[in-house]
């Protein structure tokens, strides 16, 4: 596989052009240990401005940040029922350790609600203790057979926000404004606008009450679940013994929430807004937001051009502005922006001899878009202050062609499940379509076309004229679900 060679285009093998993105712009690796992978450096820098952002985002809603251990006791998991049903097939279990067989054996943590909830029984005594609102950066392992570099590995990174709250009121309030912050960080950050909605009852996490989700749709319109927010009602304080004093001085169990978002994201990412050139990543998250190209023949060339890019470098680093200057010798320009372009930084700015007499910068967008020239020179003096303005409209730009594509291959009013049949083997898509709610119409579209209810849509992602009919039995539509084949 020659470096300079093209990408699979998307239409021809969508999957096959997902991997190649993920390994030439240097994302992940796989790893020696079968269903793991290895996040290189430019894709540990992507997750790093995502945690960022998250973080700031769940301390700014009242959050903690603590740590609990990699291991859980075997019985923990076994006390909810539901739970360790969900999880058992996936489980990795520590038997032995020192050389002996331990008494009982542990999970490597698939989630940690049983291992926090345990300890949180510890620290809650009345009301006052409450809400308790905690969150936790760290790996999980679920034993995947079918992996995919970050949408699907036997270990990957996450954070899990985990709270206690006195009524059901305040947990369901938690659960939704999570949601929230999830759908803020998609939009405004990532430029990979979800859709918002709860999960069905055979969809939901293993052990909760309710399951809401942020939908997404990729470019091959496939689903991804991008984050989920539980309401886990008293199941869990009820098996770990969560219990706090009332104000009226009486004893009640404690209302739980957890809800989490992984390096799946940065599949979503790739899957969002890469092209046949390669990855695309919105301003807000890029490592490298902008790349200096100088362009030079002659000695005396190369100082002037890279004296101006070092400045320019300076004046936008004042600003902010993550910079690079590619200052290699050994590589021609042309190379240079192929090997910038197919890592995704947003803009790239050319300095060669004659745009210096110009006394201006060529700058070039990552991607066509909408409304926004991609080449365009700008005045050197004005740099430091529109260079951040571009990164801005492109961002916005990419969240408006992502939101266009979305509403374009979405399929609304669809009331025969052959039509139905014909989308989602089809060109797939988000289709909206109503459901009666019961269990064995949802269970027959999964078993005959592999597409599942991925939410129960919020109000306003919803149709104006609601579906009356189900899709599957034709009986009376309960609700109107979005349908698709998922990650
Ligand atoms: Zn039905």
């Known amino acids: ?168 009121a305040e947990a369901e309030e938690e659960t939704l404004r999570m ?33 809401y989700s942020c939908e997404a749709l990729m470019q091959d319109n496939k689903a991804l679940q991008a984050a989920t927010s539980h309401n886990l009602g008293q199941n869990f304080a009820r098996q770990f013994e969560l219990k706090y004093q009332t104000v009226t001085g009486g004893e009640d169990y404690a209302w739980n929430t957890s809800w989490g978002a992984s390096t799946r994201l ?89 745009d210096l007499e110009r006394g201006q910068v060529m700058a070039v967008r990552r991607r066509e878009l909408e409304g926004l020239a991609r080449k365009e020179p700008l005045p050197m003096d004005a740099v430091a202050t529109l260079v951040p303005q571009r990164l801005g409209e492109f961002q916005r730009a990419l969240l408006e062609a992502a939101r266009r594509r979305r509403e374009e291959n979405s399929y609304r009013g669809i009331e025969s499940y052959d039509r139905f049949r014909e989308i989602v083997e089809g060109p797939g898509g988000f289709i909206y379509a109503g459901w009666c709610g019961s269990a064995a119409c949802e269970a027959k579209v999964k078993e005959e076309t592999k597409a599942t209810i991925r939410c129960l849509p919020f109000e306003e992602f919803r149709t104006p004229e609601a579906p009356t009919r189900c899709l599957v039995c034709g009986g009376e539509a309960k609700h109107e679900a979005v349908w698709d084949r998922a990650y």
């Open 1 to 168: 596989m020659a470096d300079e060679q093209g990408l699979t285009p998307r239409a021809q093998d969508f999957s096959a052009w997902y991997n190649e993105v993920v390994l030439r712009a240097e994302l992940a690796d796989y790893s020696p240990v079968r269903g793991c992978m290895v996040i290189r450096p430019y894709g540990y820098g992507i997750w790093e401005n995502m945690q960022r952002a998250l973080d700031g985002m769940f301390k700014a809603t009242g959050h903690q940040n603590a740590y609990f251990p990699l291991f859980i006791p075997m019985s923990f998991l076994e006390r909810e029922k539901e739970h360790v049903e969900g999880f058992a097939p996936e489980v990795a279990v520590v038997t032995h350790a020192g050389g002996k067989e331990l008494e009982e054996p542990l999970v490597i943590r698939p989630t940690s609600e049983t291992i926090i909830y345990a300890m949180f029984a510890k620290w809650v005594q009345s009301y006052r203790d409450l809400p308790l609102l905690i969150n936790q950066w760290a790996n999980v392992v679920r034993w995947e057979l079918r992996t995919r570099l970050f949408l699907r590995t036997a270990e990957f990174l996450w954070q899990e926000g985990h709270t206690a709250h006195a009524s059901e």
């Open 179 to 211: 949601l929230g912050v999830y759908r803020e960080f998609m939009d405004d950050w990532m430029a990979m606008p979800p859709v918002l909605g709860r999960k069905t009852e055979s969809e939901k996490f293993a052990g909760a009450l309710r399951t």
């Open 266 to 354: 940065v599949g979503g990412l790739v899957m969002t807004h890469g092209d046949d050139v390669g990855l695309v990543v919105p301003p807000q998250l890029a490592p490298i937001q902008v790349v200096i190209v100088p362009i030079y023949r002659s000695e005396e060339e190369r100082t002037q051009t890279l004296g101006a890019a070092d400045q320019v470098a300076a004046a936008l680093r004042a600003q902010q502005v993550r910079v690079h200057v590619d200052a290699r010798d050994t590589v021609k320009p042309g190379a240079k922006y192929f090997e910038w372009e197919r890592k995704g930084v947003p803009l790239r700015l050319e300095i060669g001899p004659k």
